[in-house]
């Protein structure tokens, strides 16, 4: 071969790499775009829910193509996670999986939201949701940094129907070596912000079968809005206490997602008023629209009821309403005078299936070392009537004079946490002694305490029953993130 036709062949393949590398570079360019435009909210929701980033980031591309998807265009939707029976939002159908009863391919249902930032933290509340425990609740027992394991347990859970699906996500995180980003998501990055991000896990679940979550401290109204993928409108509409966006709540706060039921579907009929507490306390504690509650007991708004009286919370109208705050609470005899309406506060009782307790915060400090058990929303109380004194029994003499007759019982003292107020008893009997206290029982000067986690317990709870914090919870116990689980043994001092 001659130098000049050596040369002009070695041009030619020079020409050639280049106008390859020019042809690959813009697809490598977008995709590049895509994983760096996602990547910080994929780690900050590793951070905050315990996702890895690189499986948010591989579903994210494998479902979207990159965003390029009509679903993720059209419905900001990048997980194609469907609609579902509790969804209320907006919605978008197109083919994909579901057929009719003749075997026809029929439009799916799918969720849209108003950013693709609210689709990936709604994957994640996705995933952690309480109702697929038993389906995607493994997933978060597994090593936030063991992708493979969590692409294949994906898989397995049913999350897509095609057969190498966990596959495709492992050779996608291998390809862009997502991986180096699970790493990252285990300590805080200076860089990796957003805007008016909670400061801990917030906790969320189930109150009389609606969904609620629990604010950071000092969150804003407009912020769970965002993170809760429900409108503005839609919370203020749903929570009697919301007022506008910009209204910060303390931590803990109840934050209903859905409408509020009519009433109660619990097994308590009644809720004996604790001092202090408000209709709105109780509509809160229920799950039932303070409207509802004010109508069934012929109450107006503004009107508080008096402390041990009764608030019926399903059925229909009461015949009269409760006694209010500075009335003399009265009830007629059984010959027609009235007698002072004096009501125990009952014990709690064991919460319905379909509810997670709501963590209450702690109380202030008092004197006194003895401490009721907190009753929370899905723990109400039980609706025992009072026990009465027995009537003394006839004198055998007729000509006996009449035994003086007891004075009325005093009523007991208003319920505190520290004096809890049980059914009073016959004079000649001694009252009984208090019930075991829920709070831990003192450990030895020195020696580390640890609690068992129950249904229903999330690390800021547990943080209010022990005086603790919920960082303290995860140094103590090498937590990489807030997730629990049933039975785990967590140090908490």
Known sequence: MSYQRMKSTHISLVVFCIGLAYILSPAQDFRQAYIDQYKDIAIQEMERAGVPASIKLAQAILESDYGRSDLARRANNHFGIKCGANWTGREYYKEDDDYDANGR?????????RSAEASFIAHSEFLRDPAKEDRYGFLFRLDPTDYKSWARGLKRAGYA????????LIGIIESFQLYQYDR???????????????????????????????????????????????SLSQLIKYNEQLTDGEQRLAEGTVVYL???????????????VKEGETMFDISQLYGVKLSKLLQRNRMSKGMEPATGQRIKLRGGRVKQR????????????????????????????????????????APPATP????????????????????????APPS?????????????????????????VRPQEPPSQ?????????TPPPAPAGQPVFHVVERGDTLWNISQRYGTTVAELRRLNNLRNDQIQLGQRLRVK
């Open 368 to 391: 006194s070392p003895a401490r009721e058990p907190v009753i929370r929303p899905g723990n109400p109380p039980a609706t025992t009537a009072p026990n009465t004194s027995p009537a």
């Open 161 to 168: 129907t095609a057969a190498n699906y966990g596959e495709r």
């Open 430 to 438: 001694p009252n009984p002694t208090a019930s075991s206290s829920a």
């Open 396 to 420: 055998n003499n007729p000509s006996a004079p009449a035994p003086p007759t007891e004075a009325s019982p005093e009523p007991p003292a208003p319920p505190t946490l520290d004096a809890p």
């Open 258 to 272: 859905q409408p509020k039921r009519n009433s109660y579907r619990g097994r308590a009929d009644h809720h004996f």
């Open 105 to 113: 391919l029929i439009k799916s249902c799918f969720r849209v939201y």
């Open 322 to 361: 409760p006694a209010l705050q500075g009335e003399t609470p009265m009830l007629p005899n059984n010959n027609g005078s009235p007698i002072p309406d004096v009501l125990p506060t009952p014990a709690p009782t064991t919460p319905p299936d379909n509810t997670t307790p709501i963590p209450t915060p």
């Open 184 to 230: 990252l998501g285990q300590t805080p990055i200076v860089d990796v912000t957003v805007p008016d991000r909670p400061a801990n896990n917030t906790a969320s679940g189930y109150n009389n079968d609606v969904r609620f979550v629990l604010s950071a401290d000092n969150e804003t109204v407009s912020t769970i809005a965002r993170r809760t993928d429900v």
